[in-house]
């Protein structure tokens, strides 16, 4: 067994990876050397082609059918196309992050950011994986609020290195998920910063709150943080408008509960915020990435059917 497990490692390690990394620098290569415009519909056309027929439609089909079980199945395959031609241009669209400014990002409530900015206190701003969830933080930057953000290394090392290069125009200061990534936004916090975060995935070891009717596992971090460090949660919603055009709302900070328990007041913002999360995806669940495995009963199914 040990010696399968080390065959296994030397293949993922000289063979594997340095494949998988030829085909992504040779699409990000061919994004890069198109048109913004031309390399988000080409991605977009390739995730409609390409997305269907991967393991994963299933699990975001299965996701969709239980967030919204009365949706008619034409309905169903228009939301699921819609998905993977909005992921195919979030994946083309890492070409070109640096080329999203003002005449491309349409903002709502940029007086909240400019605000948040010019008082020098803590914030916390958070949004979901929404149209282009990247297209956040590179606009904060722009409005001069670069956010403290914490993200997952590919596991593929060379892909990583391209990842990290590509979103330059998030800002330095990124951080690897973890002991450092946790040190990161507290430190970030204590100084009056900004952190971002994405809130809309399950953590097995969260706090079960209600999500299209469901009891669903979410992740407290953004509740405890704020609470801690009486910073204010902003929520910011990215739609894609047409093509590789968004606009940004940015909500104004949530209301903190007050004459509660630490307890009931984490589980009241964490609440607030599915609540929220829940509305912006119903009104454009097609711009939402349902390959979320959201509900732990989903896991059980899969696992029973043989699809976990």
């Not at 050397?33 to 390409?50: E, K």
């Not at 290394?153 to 290069?165: E, F, G, I, K, Q």
């Not at 900004?194 to 992740?219: C, I, L, S, Y």
Request: glycine share 8%; net charge positive; hydrophobic share 45%.
């Amino acid at each position: 067994m040990r010696r399968k497990t080390a065959a296994a490692r030397r293949f993922k390690k000289w063979v594997a990876y340095p494949l998988q990394a030829l085909l992504v620098y040779a699409l990000y290569g061919l994004f890069r050397i198109l048109p913004t415009d031309t390399a988000s519909a080409v991605g977009g056309w390739m995730g409609r082609i390409i997305g269907p027929c991967l393991l994963a439609h299933e699990k975001a089909r299965r996701t969709l059918v239980t967030a919204m079980p009365d949706l008619p199945v034409a309905e169903q395959a228009r939301i699921l196309a819609g998905m993977w031609d909005n992921l195919g241009r979030v994946l083309a669209e890492y070409a070109h992050l640096g080329e999203f400014g003002p005449e491309r990002v349409e903002v709502i409530g940029a007086e909240i950011l400019e605000k948040i900015h010019a008082e020098g206190q803590p914030v916390l701003v958070i949004s979901g994986h929404f149209a282009n969830w990247e297209v956040i933080p590179v606009t904060s930057v722009r409005y001069g609020l670069e956010p403290q953000l914490v993200y997952r290394p590919a596991n593929n090392p060379y892909v990583d290195r391209l990842l990290s290069r590509v979103r330059q125009p998030m800002g330095k200061r990124l951080a690897r998920k973890g002991t450092e990534g946790a040190r990161s936004v507290q430190a970030a916090l204590k100084s009056g910063q900004a952190v971002g975060m994405m809130v809309d995935q399950k953590h097995n070891k969260g706090v079960a709150v209600p999500f299209f009717g469901r009891e669903a596992m979410t992740a407290p971090a953004v509740a405890l943080l704020a609470l801690h460090h009486k910073a204010p949660i902003v929520m910011v919603r990215c739609e894609r408008l047409e093509g590789a055009h968004f606009r940004l709302t940015v909500c104004p900070p949530l209301a903190m509960p007050e004459g509660m328990t630490r307890e009931e007041s984490v589980k009241d913002i964490l609440v607030r915020i599915n609540r929220q999360l829940e509305e912006w995806i119903r009104e454009r669940p097609e711009q939402w990435l349902w390959l979320h495995r959201r509900w732990s009963e989903m896991k059980q199914e899969e696992e029973r059917d043989g699809h976990g």
